[in-house]
């Protein structure tokens, strides 16, 4: 029993002992651990104080060299200043010494003026007595004197003019003549252009004989469709490799040619396709006008004109007159009219404007009861061209009276361009006005959409809205047609009317 009493006594001294020996070394291990973080916070808080101390050193470096710039900025202002100053100073020492030059100067001049004065009345006094004198010799009053010497002048210079009005009136008799034929003949063979007549046919060449069968489509229903749409009369007959456009109207042509050229490269040609190339062809040969307008007002060096005036210059490159294409016309006319212009000592810019417009009033987009001239006058006015520029257009055939010398430059110019030998045909232009006549009447009938004159004016045809008109009215407005042509006009041979009523059902899948 004493022995386990021993050994536990032991073993608690042990244990106590060991927790003694554990609890000092623990101690001892945590005061180095603090210790050594006591040492690696002192090292922290070094770098960090020189880290701080290293921004505020390069901060005021930063901030000395920025108070260093804006004293250098101040100083050169400062000197700016300085020698604003000194410049200024000069400026006033010299309009001082200027003021006291022109204060001696107006001095001087107030006593030579005193002195002028003085003279004066010396030499209006002795005037005096010397008329009064010549009085006494004479026997008559100054006044008398003087009307005397007036009426002798006026005779003999009333003598003298009318002899040099005389001699010049002469001479401009006899070179006046010479001078205009010069002026005439000089301008026409400095604007000298070829003479261009065109016809009513275009010829559409094609690559093989296979293609007319594909244009003309199946019972004709292809070559319809497309002469529906254009208006043009398309014959394919044995003429290898080509295919012929016929129409009076060359605007119709261009589109039916451009429409076949697509149509042909595509290879797709049935009745829909046949619509939608033509409404696409003739919103091109639109642009096409109006580029053409822009790039005969940019040759001719014309700038300001309204869009609208550009459209028509260029519709004139697809008109005629009397069978001369009526845009080289006009820009002949305007070449023409700058020459002599120049030569007669007026604006060349404003009579070139003058000889370009001149025949606007050929191309309307409807049918004016107007002569040309007028409504060409009127066009002008509407698009807020200048008054002696409307006046030349509308006086170039005497409708109205001239009121600028621009006017009858315009006017000799028109007629040099037209008179031209082969520039005109007057057979071509009563055609063409005939054709218009044609359609024209046809389109006066309520249902009428669209209304075509081909094989040269012997076949008319009329194409009516199908929702407006049905079939028995359209057997009805055929002969309706045909007597008003009767009634009304006068043509050669006989006149076909075809009235054309065409009913379309269409639906999408969707």
Do not use: W
């Not at 001892?28 to 808080?45: G, L, N, P, R």
């Not at 002795?126 to 009064?132: G, M, V």
């Not at 094609?206 to 293609?211: A, V």
């Not at 005109?424 to 024209?440: G, H, T």
Request: with cysteine.
């Amino acid at each position: 029993m004493g022995t386990l009493i021993a050994a536990v006594a032991g073993l608690v001294i042990g244990a106590v002992a060991s927790y003694i020996f554990f609890k000092r070394g623990l101690k001892a291990k945590c005061d180095a651990i603090i210790k050594d973080a006591e040492t690696e916070a002192e090292v922290i808080k070094k770098n960090k104080l020189l880290e701080v101390k290293e921004k505020f050193l390069n901060k005021k470096a930063d901030l000395e060299k920025e108070v260093a710039q804006r004293n250098q900025k101040i100083q050169q202002v400062e000197n700016k200043l300085k020698q604003r100053e000194m410049v200024l100073n000069q400026r006033q020492e010299e309009l001082q010494r200027k003021k006291a030059e022109a204060e001696a100067v107006k001095e001087n001049l107030e006593a030579q003026l005193v002195v002028i004065d003085k003279k004066k009345e010396e030499l209006d006094q002795l005037q005096r007595q010397e008329i009064e004198r010549l009085e006494a010799i004479s026997g008559l009053s100054a006044e008398e004197a003087k009307e005397k010497m007036v009426e002798s002048l006026k005779e003999e210079a009333k003598t003298q003019a009318q002899s040099y009005i005389n001699d010049i009136m002469d001479d401009a008799k006899l070179t006046a003549s010479k001078e205009a034929k010069r002026i005439v003949i000089q301008s026409i063979q400095r604007v000298a252009t070829e003479t261009a007549i065109e016809n009513s046919v275009t010829v559409f060449h094609i690559e093989s004989d296979e293609i007319k069968g594909r244009i003309i489509g199946r019972e004709g229903r292809n070559i319809r469709a497309l002469e529906a749409a254009t208006g043009v009369e398309i014959v394919v007959d044995d003429t290898p490799e080509a295919i012929v456009l016929s129409a009076f109207d060359p605007v119709r042509r261009e589109i039916a040619r451009l429409a076949l050229h697509q149509l042909v490269t595509d290879g797709r040609i049935h009745p829909a396709r046949i619509e939608e190339v033509v409404a696409k062809v003739r919103k091109q040969v639109e642009e096409e006008i109006i580029e053409t307008g822009k790039r005969t007002t940019i040759d001719l060096g014309i700038h300001g004109l309204h869009p609208e005036l550009i459209r028509i210059i260029g519709k004139m490159k697809y008109r005629s007159s009397y069978g001369q294409n009526l845009l080289q016309h006009a820009r002949e006319t305007a070449n023409l009219c700058a020459v002599m212009a120049s030569e007669l000592g007026l604006n060349p810019k404003k009579a070139k404007r003058a000889g370009l417009l001149h025949d606007i009033g050929k191309v309307p987009d409807e049918e004016p009861e107007l002569p040309h001239a007028l409504y060409g006058m009127k066009l002008a006015e509407k698009f807020k061209e200048k008054p002696d520029i409307c006046n030349a257009i509308g006086a170039h055939h005497d409708e109205v009276e001239m009121n600028t010398l621009l006017a009858p430059i315009v006017q000799v110019c028109d007629a040099i361009s037209g008179a031209r030998p082969g520039a005109r045909r007057e057979i071509v232009e009563a055609y063409i006005k005939r054709l218009n006549d044609l359609e024209q009447l046809a389109m006066s009938y309520p249902g009428v959409t669209k209304t075509y004159a081909i094989q040269a004016g012997r076949e008319l045809r009329v194409i009516v809205g199908a929702d407006k008109i049905d079939d028995k009215q359209t057997e009805s407005l055929s002969g309706e047609i045909a007597k008003k042509i009767q009634d009304e006009m006068t043509y050669p041979g006989q006149v076909k009317i075809t009235v054309i009523r065409e009913t379309r059902a269409v639906s999408y899948a969707k």
